[in-house]
């Protein structure tokens, strides 16, 4: 069965510093992996993808997330956190070759960044 | 450009009711999704569309059911509405998948 784990509820950093959001997955064959945010009161936003190619995925606001097929993540990293980057995130998988086109996710992981 | 437009924004209903929810897509996107967002858990997938046909179904009762019109624009309809259906819906719009979705803010469903 296809899963995705987020192991922490929430991640807590300080301005500046480098932050980590972690996810790992469970998928039949190869996957595409997804990062979105939730902001409060609003829709969901994409942040990246990984497709195929090169394991650093760069994405918006300046996120990236390493592809790791042996360990199975594609934890989401930012070099310099800022205040506003505090939302909850969402990882997301499809099966390269899922013919029901279902996109499972992670329970979210609520990004806290202290001035 | 308009991006993903649900209505209505909140609905309260009482069990054993039906309801109806509407989405618009971007325009040029042909593929609408639908997912059930619970408070404290990601989004579970209940159906995708394109091209005005049914491409995915997740793991919910007949009592959910979609369809997509020729603009592209999609319904959500349940049937005998349980305490448990209580959630925010949300409509996301695509070119084709697996691109990147569009997600619209949700409507948000209370079942009494």
């Known amino acids: 069965a296809q899963s995705v784990a987020q192991p922490e509820d929430q991640v807590n950093v300080a301005e500046g510093n480098p932050l980590t959001v972690k996810c790992t997955y469970s998928v039949s064959g190869n996957p595409y992996l997804f990062w979105y945010v939730q902001y409060p009161n609003r829709g969901l936003q994409f942040l990246l993808k990984y497709i195929t190619g090169d394991n650093l995925v760069k994405g918006s606001y300046g996120f990236e997330a390493e592809f790791n097929k042996s360990q199975t993540s594609f934890h989401l990293k930012k070099p310099s956190a800022l205040v506003s980057d505090s939302a909850l995130y969402f990882c997301?998988?499809?099966?390269?070759?899922?013919?029901?086109?279902?996109?499972?996710w992670g329970a979210g992981t609520k990004l806290i960044i202290k001035p | 450009d308009a991006g993903v437009t649900q209505s209505p924004t909140h609905l309260i209903k009482t069990r054993g009711q039906h309801v109806t929810l509407r989405c618009s897509p971007i325009?040029?996107?042909?593929?609408v999704s639908w997912y059930q967002q619970v408070l404290g858990q990601g989004p579970q997938f209940i159906f995708q569309y394109y091209e005005k046909e049914e491409r995915g179904r997740g793991n919910f009762p007949d009592r959910f059911s979609a369809r997509q019109f020729p603009n592209y624009s999609s319904e959500l309809n349940v049937n005998a509405l349980l305490l448990g259906d209580s959630a925010l819906y949300l409509c996301a719009s695509s070119l084709l998948a697996p691109e990147e979705l569009f997600f619209g803010s949700g409507t948000q469903l209370s079942v009494l």
């Open positions: 325009s040029g996107h042909k593929s």
């Open positions: 997301a998988v499809r099966g390269r070759f899922d013919s029901n086109y279902q996109l499972i």
